[in-house]
């Protein structure tokens, strides 16, 4: 793996009594999406504000594109761009006003802003809105034209904290397009998400943390991979049920669940094909309306690493 | 330079704003008519000035001191607004000068103040008020409205970056009642006793003599009266250096560390 572009060791931060952050080690290598996964108060927000300077950390060592973001925030703030979780932009301005000023106020000069907000809209599609004054966008739009002013100086690293929370699919989709182009640029992004998909999506790389600290790390596939596949089965009627059940749990050694006809495998491992399960349930005689190997969803990763199923829901909420 | 360069970059955006929104514009033009009828003609036709003179002279530098007063709010809404909205924390996470936010905020409310002042003073001419006393004593009294309303806007800065938005929101009304205790439209001497300290040691009340006292405008107070007006020019100067020592570093530590 390449040398990582940001780096935590014991990366701690205390509100008072609350330990938001209780010794945190991250290493993201460059030019991908990194996925940054938790609940609600697990410390997603206050790694990405610890990382782009805004909050300073009560302990350990955070470095971003070589700079230690303690002694050195100018420098980290030349070469990283956040967008947080608001569309932080004036609404009293069109879109293209505000990029102009960011710009300015990136050290881009007069005219490099210019240049550089006018090159962003033509890239992102954008320019048919950008003369409108923000305050009659949609939420989808604004959140488009907040993502790109955080592209004004090109940054090495990109921090996207929980860039489509709140927006319609639509726009959700738009915003996720916008993000894949950025990579192909070679940034490097550190995506904060409560919504399982939009990691699976983006990200090549995920960390899942969860009061604090790493619970989990690797690729999408990976984490998936740790809890193996589920086998959905839905028996012809419920005189089928046992008979299936039995069956299932002989090819996986796993205890099989029933919810009425629809029963289900976790599965860990190596699964048999389908084509077997189904030859074997016919041998045993039991009438089979619908059969599927379904891969596990993050979610089913985030829950088995966290634990409670209420608190999933509550997240995915 | 920097400082300069981001302060007037900053200090635009609050222009383009205008420009977006004549409305502000159109306000500032009508809201000194109006003070000027309502306190000069509709209250000032049953208030006696002490000492005799015109009320409208006595009233109008009453005026110029409270319209910068309402500069508090500006500023305190304008701040919580992009606290609010997380602007603040993108200016934060950019390799902008840390002073330059604040010096942004008040030095573009200074340009609409000059405006909103000038305005004032045209209103003030067209109803008979007049500067007596020359006009070097007459530009030091603009000066010192300038400064007046230039610490308001670094008082409303602070204030911005402690008070979320909402709550901002329903403070911002209240600048105008608690700048009348005070003697922009009265005499103090007839206050009962508690509400005469107050009113007699407001900033606002200092500022006001100071403009009656350099505009040679009725209604200054002898030397018996309370020391800020006996002395107004040395009490302003005292007072506005006074609230800058203290709102201008708050200021700019509170928004390089806003957040921590």
Known sequence: ?317 | MILLADGWTLTLRKLLQLRHQPGTLIAMLIMPMVFVVLFGFVFGSAIAVPGGGNYREYLLPGLFVMTAVPAIATAMLAVATDQGRGVTDRLRSMPTHRAAVPLGQTGSDGLTGLFGLAVMLACGLAVGWRAHNGIGQTLAGVGLLLLFRYTMSWIGTYLGLVIPLPTADSLAPLTFPIGMLSNAFVPTAGMPAWLRVICDWNPISATVAACRSLFGNPGVPGPDAAWPLAHPVTATLLWLALLLLIFVPLSVRRFARAGL
């Open chain 1, 1 to 317: 793996m390449a040398d990582p572009i940001v780096h935590t060791t014991g990366l701690r931060k205390d509100f008072g009594d609350v330990a938001a952050l209780t010794g945190l080690d991250l290493e993201i290598p460059p030019h991908v999406v990194y996925g940054l996964l938790g609940p609600n108060g697990a410390g997603k927000s206050t790694t990405v504000r610890i990382l782009s300077t805004l909050t300073r950390a009560s302990g350990g060592q955070a470095v971003v594109a070589g700079f230690d973001v303690a002694r050195r925030p100018d420098s980290v703030r030349r070469v990283i761009g956040l967008a947080g979780q608001d569309a932080a932009l004036d609404h009293a301005l069109t879109g293209r006003e505000n990029l102009r000023i960011f710009g300015r106020l990136s050290r881009l000069g007069v005219r490099g802003a210019r240049q550089r907000a006018d090159e962003l809209l033509a890239r992102f599609d954008l320019t048919a809105a950008a003369d409108r004054l923000v305050s009659t966008y949609s939420g989808g739009m604004s959140r488009r034209i907040h993502l790109i002013a955080s592209l004004l100086r090109a940054p090495t690293v990109l921090f996207l904290d929980e860039p489509t929370t709140g927006l319609d699919p639509r726009s959700r989709i738009g915003v996720w397009e916008s993000i894949r182009d950025l990579v192909a640029d070679g940034t490097t992004v550190l995506l904060t998400s409560q919504y399982l998909a939009e990691v699976d999506q983006l990200a090549s790389a995920v960390a899942v943390i969860d009061h604090g600290r790493l619970i989990a790390e690797g690729s999408p596939a990976r984490l998936k991979s740790r809890i193996g596949s589920h086998i959905d089965v839905v028996v012809e009627s419920m005189d089928h049920l046992a008979g299936a059940m039995a069956v299932l749990e002989r090819l996986t050694g796993r205890r099989p669940e029933a919810d009425g006809p629809h029963i289900v495998v976790a599965a860990v491992g190596e699964v048999p094909p389908l084509p077997q399960i189904v030859r074997e349930l016919d041998a045993a005689g039991t009438g089979i309306r619908d059969i599927g190997i379904r891969e596990p969803s993050l979610d089913d990763v985030f829950l088995s690493l966290t634990g409670s199923a209420a608190e999933t829901r509550e997240v995915m909420a």
